[in-house]
Every structure is written in structure tokens, then in C-alpha cells.
């Protein structure tokens, strides 16, 4: 079992930032490829981006590219979401999944967080 616990969320005007942050226990961290989804209040959830075990390998959603970058510490079991020129659109509950399959976690992730609220106001 991986738990992971999400921090880092909150409301922020439109153009702002925020980092999120997913602390990882229960396994070896090094070995999960970590990735974000998020979901919109009406809408389905949808990736946002992930980041291979040993950190050279990112893939992006098209609507954050050149706005958010992931990235992880394996000596603190962390993987953090760094989110720049927030939009409205960007409000949405922020979850930080895990899956030893790099290629599976965009899909279909073994491991899910609890989410963490972020509010973008216009």
C-alpha cells in the first residue's frame, strides 16, 4: 500500500501561483511513477501531469504546459506540483496519484490522495 497526502492548496487571484505538494509513505517512493489529476465541481476528473520514478521522464496535459511543472524529491518521498498564471478554470480539487507503471498512471492509477481544494477567483 502507498498513502499519499496532498498540501499546498488554496485560493489565489488569477495570474497567481501556488505549489502543491504529495508526501508519499508506505513503499519505496523511488520506485512509483507520481503524476496529478484534478476534478472541476460538475466535471470529470482529468490528468494533469506525471513524472517518471527517477524524474527525467514529464508528460503534461495540454492546458498546463508552460504554466505548471511537476517535480520530485525521492529523499523526502515527495513530488510537488508548482502552478504559475493561475486561471479560474484552473479551480478545481487536486489529487496526487502513484502507480509503478509509468505509461498506467495517466490512465488509471493504482494509488490516490485525498485531493486538495484550489480556488482561483478572477
Known amino acids: 500500500q502507498v498513502q499519499l497526502v496532498e498540501s499546498g492548496g488554496g485560493l489565489v487571484q488569477a495570474g497567481g501561483s501556488l505549489r502543491l505538494s504529495c508526501a508519499a509513505s508506505?513503499?519505496?517512493?523511488?520506485?512509483?511513477?507520481m503524476g496529478w489529476f484534478r476534478q472541476a465541481p460538475g466535471k470529470e476528473r482529468e490528468f494533469v501531469a506525471v513524472i517518471a520514478w527517477g524524474g527525467n521522464t514529464l508528460y503534461y496535459a495540454e492546458f498546463v504546459k508552460g504554466r505548471f511543472t511537476i517535480s520530485r524529491d525521492n529523499a523526502k518521498n515527495t513530488v510537488y506540483l508548482q502552478m504559475n498564471s493561475l486561471k479560474p478554470e484552473d479551480t478545481a480539487l487536486y489529487y496526487c496519484a502513484a502507480d509503478p507503471i509509468f505509461l498506467r498512471l495517466a490512465k488509471m492509477p493504482e494509488y490516490w490522495g485525498q485531493g486538495t481544494q484550489v480556488t482561483v477567483s478572477s
Open positions: 508506505g513503499r519505496t517512493f523511488s520506485n512509483y511513477a
